[in-house]
């Protein structure tokens, strides 16, 4: 089984209320291989939600205490995303899931390249929480960008 950000097989979980469905994934995995998740909702964030950046740091520094994950009206909602992460893990180590594929630049299901908590579309390198998360587990994690070499 692989985890796979339901955003990107179609479910309108974007903070926005829409999806980043991707015909890629969609078409190269079936449903009884793969587990949906979105880490925001599993968290306990409604849809739609106000946006939210990890603030000058990354996935690695929330989960750490570092720094905190915030909201462009600038509301703490770092506990949120540790607990998305946290239930993803558990959903990942419940039905041994070695494989996740996330979407990228997200603030949770980021790889290798996240904002940077100015809201103005300036990417830094660092991965969201729960992407960081689930490497921290051992999870081989890739984005839909990287799906055509999976
Ligand atoms: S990127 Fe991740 S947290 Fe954001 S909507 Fe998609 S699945 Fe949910």
Not at 1 to 21: F, H, P, Q, T, W
Not at 92 to 97: C, G, H, L, P, S
Not at 111 to 122: A, E, Q, R, S
């Amino acid at each position: 089984m692989i985890i796979v950000s339901a955003c990107l097989y179609g479910v309108n979980c974007r903070y926005d209320g829409k999806s980043s469905e991707n015909a890629k994934i969609i078409n190269a995995f079936k449903e009884d291989q793969i587990i949906l998740v979105c880490p925001e909702e599993l968290g306990g964030l409604k849809t739609p939600r106000t946006p939210c950046e990890i603030y000058k740091g990354t996935g690695k520094e929330v989960l750490n205490g570092l720094c905190k994950v915030k909201s462009s009206k600038g509301e703490d909602f770092t506990s949120y995303f540790i607990k998305g992460a946290e239930e993803t893990l558990k959903i990942a180590k419940t039905f041994d899931v070695k494989k996740a594929i996330l979407k990228s630049k997200s603030p949770s299901c980021g790889l290798n390249t996240i904002y940077n908590g100015d809201f103005d579309k300036t990417l830094v390198k660092g991965n969201g929480v729960t992407a960081q998360l689930l490497i921290n587990n051992g999870i081989d994690v890739i984005t839909e960008n990287e799906i055509d070499e999976y």
